[in-house]
């Protein structure tokens, strides 16, 4: 089970930190992704990491902008949100995969474990 938190409303440039709190599964046994999906729009990865953390998938449009990080203490991830911008509202998903694999995955029908959603509203 996942718990998204952390959305809201923040004026262009500013700063949102996302967290996902993971329940059921430990750190390690699973492949872990941020989703956005805008109205109208596909569902969209912007970062994704592998089962050991050693592989990181950051989307061009956040690169340098957005950072995920972990807490194997508190069974949580985290996604630090820097310099928004307006086109990155957006509804935003953490997921998870059990996995054995080395990889990150990219596609939103490769996770298992999805989180309800927060709302990330970012005006101009």
């Known amino acids: 089970q996942l718990q998204a938190s952390g959305g809201g409303m923040v004026q262009a440039g500013g700063s949102l930190r996302l967290s996902c709190v993971v329940s059921g599964r430990k750190f390690g046994s699973v492949a872990m992704g941020w989703f956005r999906q805008a109205p109208g729009e596909e569902r969209e990865c912007v970062v994704a990491i592998s089962r050991s953390g050693h592989r990181t998938y950051y989307a061009d449009s956040v690169n340098g902008r957005f950072t995920f990080s972990g807490d194997n203490a508190k069974n949580t991830v985290y996604l630090q949100m820097s310099s928004l911008k307006p086109e990155d509202t957006a509804v935003y998903y953490c997921?998870?995969?059990?996995?054995?694999?080395?990889?990150?995955?990219?596609?939103?029908?490769?996770?298992?474990?999805w989180g309800q959603g927060t709302l990330v509203t970012v005006s101009s």
């Open positions: 997921a998870a995969k059990a996995s054995s694999s080395g990889g990150y995955f990219l596609r939103s029908w490769s996770y298992e474990y």
